[in-house]
C-alpha cells in the first residue's frame, strides 16, 4: 500500500473540537534508582506495544514499515490517555520527593513512550486501505502521537543540551581554556624575547662600562662592581632618531666613537684612564646647524644618590637637587637677582663617585629641575652677552664624566693640589694672620662719610674696648678715592691718612684698601684710559669709544681692558705709586660680577665669556702688587689671596644660607674663604633697628649673637658692626666668650688644616659626608658642618629656638656643652642650645671612655 493512500486513510478531527495539550515527562536522573526503575517500566511498556504490532500477520516488512509512517506522523491526542498520562508523571514527582517509599509504575497498556522516539500508543495493527473500517485502534482518537511531535521532540533537546555542556565542561572547558592561555603566553614571551634582543642589539657597550641606546640616546654608566652609577639622557634637542656611524672624513682617529644623526649634531665618546683609580669618559657634541643647542640631562633622582657642586644658587640648594631653575647661562651674579653667585666651578660630584667636569670653551648653560624626576641638564648655546664670542661655528657640549670607587676617592684626585707652590714664607703668614685675627671692614654709603676720623674713631673702638680681640686687619672700601679709578688718595678728606696709616701700624693693625676694575667717568684717568684704548669697547661702533656700565657708586663707568697688553702694566704703576706713598699692607680686588659688564662689551682679545674677564685680572695682577682677597671667581687665586663669600642679607633666612654657600665654595677648590660680615651685609628693614644712642642701623640682637656663634668656627670672623655699637654687655659678655672659645679650640685647627689644604686641596670646612661618605645621613645635612675631621659645630639658625636636631658622624664626640661623651652614626634629636651656647662637638678616640 502507497504512502499517499495511507495518509489519506487518516481521519483527524478539527482543531476546534479537540484541545492540544503537550506534556512533556520531567527529565529523569539515570543515576536515581527510582527515576530508573519508571524510566525502564516506559520502556518496557514501548517494547510490548512494539512487539505486538510486529506480530499482527508476521510480516517484518509490513510491520517496519507501519512504523515508519507512525513516526513520521502528527495525531492528535486523545483526552483519557492524556489524563492517564499526567496521573503517571505526577506519581513520578510524587516518588523523587518522598525518598522513603516505594512505588511501582503501573502495568497499564497505556504506553509511555520512551526517552527520544517511541510512542505512548498502540501501533495500529495492520495498514488498512481505504474505505474499510477504520474505527479500531487505529482512530486518531486513540493516538497519543503529539508527544512525539516535533515540537516535543525540539523541545527534548533544548532540556538535554545544558547537561551535554556541563558534561563537556569539566573536561573540554578546562582543556581548551589552558591550550588557549599557553598560547598566550607563548606569543607573549616571544614579543617580550624579540623585544629585549632588539634593545640589547641597539643598546651597545662601550668602553666596557658604557651601555648607549643609539636611538633614544639613553646613556648608563656602570662601576667596577656593574653597579649602576650615573644614567643620562643625550641629544635631548635632536628630534631625529636615526644614528649613523660618522664619514671618515670626520673621524678623529684618537680612539673615539663618532657618531651622527645626519644634519642635526655629531657626538664623539672617548676613555682615558686618569690614574689607577679613577676612569674618565669624554662626550663632545657638535652641533650642525646653528639652531641645534646640545643638551644632555643626568638624573638626580635615584635612590641614595645626591649631587653638590657648582656654585651658589638662588635657593642655596645643598645637596643640588633640592633647588629648581630653569636654563641659565653659567656665569657669575647675585642670587636675588640671578641664578648663580659670585664664585663657580665646572664641576659637579655625586655621592655615588661619579663627577662631571664641563670645558671652559663650551658655552654653559645649566638647569636643575623636573617634577617627578630632578634633572641637572647641561646645555651648549651662544647668545648676545654671556657667550656673544663664538670661538666654534656652532656650539659645542664637551665635558668628561670620572668615575671612582668612591666620591671621597674621587674627589681627592680631581681637586687641583699641591696649593704650595710658589708660597713664600711672608705670604704663609698672611694666611695664618687671617686665620687668627678678626677682619674690621670699614663701610660707607656715601664718600662724605669716610674719613680720617671715621678710620681713626673706629680703630679707637676696637682697641679700648674690645681689647679682648686681636687687632687684626683693616679694610677701607673704594672711597678712599675722589671718584672710583683714581687710584689716588683724595686729599681733601685724607689729608694726613700717611699718619693715620702709621698708628695704626703701630698699634698692630695691617691696612686694605679695596680697588675696583671700573674708571668712573668723572676721573681724571677716565681721559687717559679712553685716548690710550685702555677700556673695553662697545660692539659693532668704533673701537676708541669705550663701553660704560654702572656699579656700586659709579653710575657712569669704563672697565679697564685686561686683554690689552699695555692696561695690566699702567694701572699696577698706579697701584704701585699709591702703595710706597701710604706704606699700607694689601689691595683688595672688588671685581663685581659677569652681569657688571658693558652688555655690548668687546675686548681686544676675545674672551670665552665675562668670567674670563676675573681671572685674566687676578693672575696679572697677583704678579705686580699684593693681593688680599678676591670678591669673585671661577678659577680659583693662589695663596694667600682668599675669596669673599657673596654678601648676605641681614635676616634669619641670610644667616642659614651661609654654611650651604662655605660647604659648596670649599669642594669647589677654594679653601681660604672670607664669609660675610657677623649680622649681615645688606640690609634687611624687617630685623633690623636703630640703636639706643646711636642713629646706626643695626641687625637684630639674637641674630647678631647666632651669627657671632657660627662666626667664630668659619675661616675668617668679619665684622662691619661692631659687638660694642649694642650697647648691651650681654653680647660683649657673648662675644668675649666666643673669643676665648676660638683661640682654645679653633685657631690651631684651623691652621693645622690650612697646611692639609695646602698639600690636598681638601676645603678647612667640610660636609659631614667627607667624615664618613658611607654614612647617607651625612649626605643631606645643611645644617652642620666639620673643621678638618676633628670638630663638628651644629649653630642654631632659627628665630627663638633653643633647641634643634644634630647628627653626628661614626666615632666618639666630646660634647662641646655638657662635657659628655656621644656616640657617632646618630641623631641626637631635642639638643637644647641657650642663646648664650652653641653646639660644638670634638672627635675624640675610639677608646675613649671616662
Known amino acids: 500500500m502507497s504512502n499517499r493512500k495511507y495518509y489519506n486513510s487518516i481521519s483527524v478531527r478539527p482543531f476546534e473540537e479537540i484541545p492540544i495539550i503537550v506534556v512533556d515527562p520531567p527529565p529523569m536522573d539515570p543515576k536515581d534508582s527510582k527515576s530508573s526503575d519508571i524510566y525502564e517500566t516506559a520502556l518496557n511498556v514501548g517494547n510490548d506495544n512494539d512487539s505486538d504490532s510486529e506480530n499482527v500477520d508476521g510480516s517484518g516488512d509490513v510491520s517496519e514499515r507501519r512504523l515508519s509512517l507512525r513516526r513520521n506522523s502528527i495525531s492528535l491526542p486523545n483526552l483519557d490517555d492524556l489524563q492517564t498520562l499526567k496521573q503517571h508523571v505526577q506519581i513520578a514527582e510524587d516518588a523523587e520527593d518522598d525518598t522513603d517509599s516505594d512505588y511501582e509504575m503501573p502495568t497499564s497498556r497505556t504506553p509511555l513512550r520512551n526517552a527520544r ?29 503529539s508527544i512525539n511531535s516535533l515540537a516535543s521532540l525540539l523541545r527534548e533537546k533544548m532540556q538535554m543540551l545544558p547537561a551535554t555542556l556541563r558534561k563537556k565542561k569539566t573536561t573540554d572547558y578546562k582543556t581548551r581554556i589552558f591550550v588557549a592561555l599557553l598560547f598566550i603566553t607563548i606569543v607573549v614571551l616571544i614579543f617580550c624575547a624579540y623585544f629585549l634582543y632588539h634593545q640589547k642589539v641597539l643598546q651597545k657597550a662601550y668602553f666596557q662600562k658604557i651601555k648607549f641606546n643609539k636611538i633614544k640616546r639613553i646613556m648608563k654608566i656602570y662601576n667596577n662592581e656593574g653597579a649602576e ?35 642635526h649634531a655629531r657626538l664623539y665618546m672617548q676613555h682615558h684612564q686618569f690614574n689607577s683609580e679613577v676612569k674618565c669618559y669624554n662626550f663632545q657634541w657638535i652641533s650642525l646647524k646653528d639652531s641645534m643647542a646640545p643638551t644632555d640631562c643626568f638624573e638626580l633622582s635615584q635612590p ?25 647661562p653659567f656665569i657669575t651674579g647675585r642670587v636675588d637677582k640671578h641664578e648663580y653667585g659670585n664664585v663657580l666651578k665646572r664641576y659637579f660630584l655625586s655621592s655615588k663617585g661619579v663627577a662631571i667636569i664641563v670645558d671652559d670653551q663650551t658655552p654653559l648653560y645649566v638647569s636643575v629641575a623636573g617634577v617627578n624626576t630632578k634633572e641637572l641638564c647641561l ?28 666620591m671621597m676617592k674621587l674627589h681627592s684626585n680631581l681637586v687641583e693640589n699641591a696649593l704650595w707652590d ?15 685675627e678678626p677682619l674690621w671692614e670699614i663701610t660707607s654709603s656715601s664718600k662724605s662719610e669716610l674719613t680720617e676720623e671715621t678710620i681713626s674713631n673706629y680703630t679707637d673702638n676696637v682697641v679700648n674696648v674690645l681689647s679682648f680681640l ?103 704703576n698706579k697701584l704701585k705709586s699709591v702703595l710706597a706713598k701710604y706704606k699700607f699692607d694689601a689691595y683688595y680686588l672688588d671685581l663685581g660680577t659677569a652681569y657688571n659688564m658693558p652688555h655690548y662689551y668687546q675686548c681686544e682679545k676675545p674672551l670665552i665669556n665675562p668670567d674670563q674677564y676675573k681671572t685674566f685680572f687676578i693672575n696679572s695682577l697677583q704678579s705686580g702688587v699684593s693681593l688680599f682677597g678676591v670678591n669673585s671667581a671661577v678659577e680659583r687665586p693662589k695663596p694667600p689671596t682668599f675669596v669673599s663669600l657673596p654678601q648676605f642679607e641681614s635676616s634669619w633666612e641670610g644667616l642659614r644660607r651661609v ?24 640690609e634687611a628693614p624687617e630685623t633690623l633697628f636703630y640703636a639706643n644712642y646711636s642713629s646706626e642701623l643695626l641687625p637684630d640682637k639674637e641674630l647678631y649673637i647666632r651669627w657671632l656663634q657660627l662666626a667664630t668656627f668659619l675661616p675668617v670672623i668679619r665684622y662691619t658692626h661692631l659687638p660694642s655699637t649694642f ?94 661623651l656621644r656616640k657617632g652614626s646618630r641623631w641626637i634629636h631635642d639638643y637644647k642650645v641657650e642663646q648664650e651656647q652653641v653646639a660644638y662637638f670634638e672627635r675624640m678616640p675610639d677608646n675613649t671612655r671616662f
Open 229 to 263: 652609577i650615573i644614567r643620562a639622557r643625550l641629544g635631548t634637542t635632536i628630534n631625529y632618531d636615526k644614528a649613523l656611524p660618522c664619514l671618515p672624513i670626520d673621524e678623529k682617529h684618537d680612539g673615539s666613537i663618532c657618531s651622527e644623526w645626519m644634519g
Open 379 to 406: 646645555k651648549a648655546q651662544y647668545d648676545d652677552f654671556a657667550y656673544v664670542n663664538r670661538l666654534m661655528k656652532t656650539a659645542q657640549l664637551n665635558y668628561s664624566i670620572c668615575t671612582s670607587s668612591d
Open 659 to 682: 654654611i650651604p654657600t662655605i660647604l659648596t665654595y670649599g669642594l669647589l677648590g677654594y679653601p681660604f674663604l672670607i664669609p660675610g660680615a657677623v649680622g649681615g651685609d645688606v
Open 117 to 145: 522516539r517511541k510512542s505512548v500508543t498502540s501501533p495500529p495493527r495492520m495498514l488498512k486501505p481505504p474505505g474499510e473500517d477504520e474505527s479500531g485502534s487505529n482512530s486518531p482518537a486513540n493516538s497519543i502521537t
Open 304 to 328: 641614595n644618590d645626591h649631587w653638590y657642586g657648582g656654585g651658589q644658587t638662588a635657593e642655596s640648594a645643598w645637596p643640588l637637587e633640592n633647588g629648581n631653575h630653569d636654563f641659565a
Open 422 to 436: 710658589g708660597l713664600k714664607r711672608e705670604d704663609m703668614n698672611v694666611v695664618n694672620s687671617l686665620l687668627t
Open 470 to 572: 686681636k687687632l687684626g686687619h683693616v679694610l677701607i672700601n673704594e672711597f678712599w678715592q675722589k671718584n672710583v679709578g683714581d687710584f689716588e688718595v683724595d686729599s681733601e678728606r685724607f689729608p694726613g691718612l700717611e699718619e693715620v696709616i702709621e698708628i695704626m701700624h703701630r698699634r698692630g693693625f695691617r691696612i686694605v684698601f679695596s680697588i675696583q676694575p671700573f674708571i668712573s667717568t668723572e676721573s681724571f684717568n677716565f681721559y687717559e684710559a679712553v685716548k690710550k684704548r685702555l677700556l673695553v669697547s662697545e660692539r659693532f661702533s668704533d673701537r676708541r669709544i669705550p663701553a660704560l656700565t654702572r656699579y656700586k657708586s659709579s653710575q657712569s663707568a669704563g672697565v679697564l681692558d685686561v686683554t690689552n697688553d699695555r692696561t695690566i702694566p699702567w694701572l699696577v
Open 727 to 820: 650697647g648691651d654687655d650681654s653680647v660683649l659678655d657673648m662675644a668675649k666668650t666666643l673669643t676665648s672659645l676660638r683661640e682654645s679650640k679653633v685657631t690651631p685647627l684651623l691652621k693645622k688644616y690650612a697646611k692639609t689644604s695646602l698639600d690636598t686641596g681638601l676645603p678647612l670646612i667640610r660636609p659631614l659626608w667627607m667624615l664618613d661618605y658611607n654614612d647617607t645621613a651625612c649626605h643631606v645635612v645643611a645644617d652642620e658642618f666639620s673643621i678638618g675631621d676633628d670638630l663638628i659645630v651644629a649653630p642654631v639658625l632659627y628665630s627663638g629656638a633653643r633647641e634643634r636636631e644634630i647628627y653626628l658622624p661614626a666615632g666618639v664626640w666630646k660634647d662641646g656643652i655638657a662635657g659628655s
